[in-house]
């Protein structure tokens, strides 16, 4: 009686071990470690390249439909996401300015990773931005363009470097990062073969943008920029309008392209003014709150397909 007694109590004691062996908690026992960025372009490449990692949240700082922040200030919400950030992903080379002194004292100890940082062949803006007119907005010499993620090229590079960063902080998931962010990359990159390929075959490569946030898209494609029309929402003056007018006619100016994130009005008045043809362009500084991972490949397909048609192909 007693043995099988000890028979049952030990087949029961066997079955609750092999329960708290086997059996999944409702939570992860780690800490969920929370990455912030800044732009929706950083946020989306951020995505690609920690997905699949459960032990991470990556969050967007600023609205999604915001694009460039180069005259933001930060709002109260602002302040209560970087107060319970681990990490700070950022664009850099001065996108960021509204962040400011503010971030330490939200919070003094999130850990910054600048996903521009130790990129070669920045394109520095040019001080005269209205073909051969002086910038409304000055620039000055040697100031870098941010617009990096505008460029497929560009971002297999910010890709790289967000991949670097987070390896450094959690050393348990880097070959997750490692693995994703070659992978985004050789997407990246056969995205910018297409582009490359697409500059030597069209009829006419010389385009006017809004500002300089095709300075590297273009470079991609092989696209001249004969002018810019403005910089970051400032229009013009008469003097400058008469002159890009000029230009546009004297270089025979195949295209003129606006963004959806300002409004194209200018660029419709120049293409009436000198019957060149007016497009869309997307840079995916902007997108849906809920974007596919696959938003920025889709965007830049899309772009392939504007500019071909309206420059032609050979």
């Known amino acids: 009686m007693m043995k099988k007694l000890l028979k049952i109590i030990l087949s ?65 919400q602002d302040m209560q996401k970087l107060a319970r950030a681990d990490v700070l992903l950022i664009n850099g080379l001065g996108l960021e300015e509204f962040l400011g002194a503010p971030i330490k004292n939200a919070n003094p100890k999130l850990i910054i990773i600048d996903s521009s940082a130790g990129i070669e062949d920045i394109i520095q803006y040019k001080e005269q931005c209205h073909s051969g007119d002086k910038c409304q907005h000055d620039h000055g010499h040697g100031v870098p363009n941010p617009h990096l993620f505008a460029s497929p090229r560009m971002s297999a590079r910010l890709a790289s470097n967000i991949a670097e960063g987070l390896s450094k902080l959690d050393p348990d998931s880097v070959t997750l990062y490692t693995k994703n962010a070659g992978e985004y990359s050789k997407t990246m990159n056969l995205l910018a073969d297409k582009m490359s390929a697409l500059g ?115």
């Open 200 to 314: 030597k075959r069209l009829k006419n490569n010389r385009i006017v943008q809004p500002h300089g946030v095709f300075d590297y898209l273009a470079r991609d494609i092989g696209l001249e920029i004969a002018a810019t029309m403005q910089s970051h929402g400032g229009e013009p003056s008469a003097s400058e309008m008469i002159q890009m007018i000029r230009a546009i006619k004297e270089k025979k100016v195949g295209a003129i392209f606006s963004e959806p994130q300002y409004p194209g009005k200018l660029g419709e008045t120049l293409s009436k003014e000198c019957s060149v043809p007016t497009a869309v362009l997307d840079p995916c500084a902007t997108g849906p709150e809920k974007a596919s991972l696959d938003y920025y490949e889709k965007v830049m397909l899309k772009n392939i397909e504007t500019i071909e048609a309206t420059l032609g192909s050979k």
């Open 12 to 76: 029961a004691f066997l079955g609750i071990l092999s329960f708290a062996i086997f059996a999944t908690p409702n939570e992860p026992s780690a800490k969920v470690r929370t990455v912030l960025c800044t732009t929706f372009p950083i946020f989306q490449i951020t995505r690609n390249v920690t997905q699949g990692n459960t032990a991470l949240e990556v969050e967007l700082m600023l609205p999604s439909q915001l694009g460039c922040p180069h005259d933001y200030a930060l709002s109260p």
